[in-house]
């Protein structure tokens, strides 16, 4: 195969974000349609009450009118409803059976049951699998290349799934896993010699400070890309160039759907790879309405897996609040591009402003070396409403003079203001106070639930 070739599959990435490419689509959320009304006892159900008739929807809006949004809490009303066993209500809600599933993931679920990600050996490649290699490919990943594999192995869709949903590229795994710890993860860097990291943001981080700690330059890692996903740092411009220098690699952004980064200087989204895979739609957070789908419209992410058979999301929530964008990338590479703006879980309102944990992060890591860049938002109740001032711990580096702290908190300030029209109060720590971890950077210090 073409190694020098701009894209994995150059059936379908060369079409993407085309009229072509939506008819492809409209034809597939179709038949997927059909596929749950036949087989899915929830949606047979559900469209007969609805008067869903698959083969009569006209256009991809019509699909977005008619058919009702899945939300967590359906799913959580469904589990109750069957007595807590999550394959009965899997049944449910699939096209296949459960007997059909080859493996399961899952969400990290940090609160409450963790959603499940079932998949047959058809969703783990064909659909999981094609989008990470696409993205992948996309990122210069090829088959001479050593992936040391850091994301969390036990359960998480970006642990098992997405290490043998890339092996069609033909690199080799060094599956570490975020479990195995910092210490196990440079012994086998050192060992094996990876050139490609693939973990979390923070993960990265923590090995940049691991290297301080042992005397060692991160660019002696040899790691030539840095492939991120599981949380948004790797979109954020400070967080990115503090990475990118530290280990004089090159971070791509991945998740939040089908999509990676592109290569151009300025960070400009992550590109839809997947659009004959699964429909990306937008609502508005608070009415649950379609948004158009137009260049800088921003809303709720709604995904349609409609290639899958565990992994068959019907218009459910991703949870995030994104941004698109369709005008053509600068980069020249196709497919549509989105930004995540927030968690709609991690949403704060200040005194009406709308705050996301992303914007803060950016802030503070823009002030990196004079602080470690870790931070969290103290909670006192339940978010989304803020009482102002919003408190955010802050760590100063280790040889920033403590002398220096006003002056510095003057300036983090004025950021704040600037970019989110905020006057945080700051509460500064010493450097290493808060908690590292190797799985997902921690955000928020709730109090109220103690
Ligand atoms: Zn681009």
Request: with cysteine; hydrophobic share 40%; proline share 7%.
């Amino acid at each position: 195969m073409d190694e020098e070739r701009p894209y994995w599959n150059m059936e379908i990435e060369p079409i993407l974000n085309t009229p072509e490419m939506r008819e492809i689509q409209l034809n597939g959320l179709k038949v997927f349609l059909r596929r749950l009304y036949d087989n899915a006892p929830f949606y047979t159900r559900k469209f007969d009450e609805l008067g869903v008739v698959p083969e009569k929807i006209k256009s991809l809006e019509e699909f977005s009118s008619s058919v009702p949004l899945f939300d967590k809490e359906g799913l959580r009303a469904m589990v109750m409803e069957f007595g807590g066993d999550i394959l009965k209500v899997l049944d449910q809600i699939m096209p296949v059976g459960v007997d059909d599933l080859n493996i399961m993931a899952t969400t990290t679920g940090t609160t409450g049951i963790p959603t499940p990600y079932p998949m047959s050996w058809h969703d783990m490649e064909d659909v999981w699998g094609e989008s990470i290699v696409r993205g992948m490919w996309r990122a210069g990943v090829r088959k001479h290349d050593r992936i040391l594999f850091c994301f969390a192995l036990s359960m998480v869709i970006a642990g098992i799934p997405t290490m043998m949903g890339g092996r069609r590229l033909g690199a080799m795994a060094i599956p570490v896993g975020a479990e195995a710890g910092t210490d196990r993860i440079m012994l086998m860097q050192t060992l094996f010699r990876g050139t490609v990291y693939c973990g979390t943001p923070s993960l990265a981080d923590y090995l940049v400070e691991k290297c301080k700690e042992q005397g060692r330059d991160p660019k002696d890692l040899g790691l030539r890309t840095l492939f991120c996903g599981g949380e948004p740092g790797a979109g954020i411009p400070e967080v990115r160039e503090r990475l990118e220098s530290a280990f004089g690699a090159r971070i791509f952004d991945a998740g939040a759907g089908f999509g990676v980064s592109c290569d151009h200087e300025e960070y400009q989204g992550m590109h839809w790879t997947g659009e004959d895979l699964a429909f990306l739609e937008l609502v508005d957070p608070d009415t649950k309405e379609p948004v158009p789908f137009e260049d800088g419209a921003e809303g709720e992410a709604v995904i349609s897996v409609f290639a899958g058979d565990g992994m068959s999301w019907l218009r459910t929530s991703m949870g995030d609040i994104q941004q698109v964008f369709t005008e053509p990338c600068p980069c020249g590479q196709t497919g549509f591009r989105y930004k995540v703006v927030g968690r709609t879980d991690d949403m704060l309102k200040v005194k009406g402003v709308i705050i996301y944990p992303n914007m803060v992060e950016g802030v503070v890591g823009g002030f990196v070396p004079k602080v470690t860049g870790q931070f969290r938002i103290v909670l006192t109740e339940k978010p989304p409403r803020v009482v102002p001032p919003l408190k955010i711990k802050i760590e100063r580096a280790d040889d920033f003079p403590p002398d220096g702290l006003p002056e510095l908190e003057g300036e983090m300030k004025a950021a704040f203001k600037a970019k989110a029209k905020l006057t945080p109060e700051i509460i500064w720590l010493e450097a290493g106070e808060l908690e590292r971890s190797t799985y997902k950077g921690q955000t928020f210090e709730k109090l109220y639930e103690e």
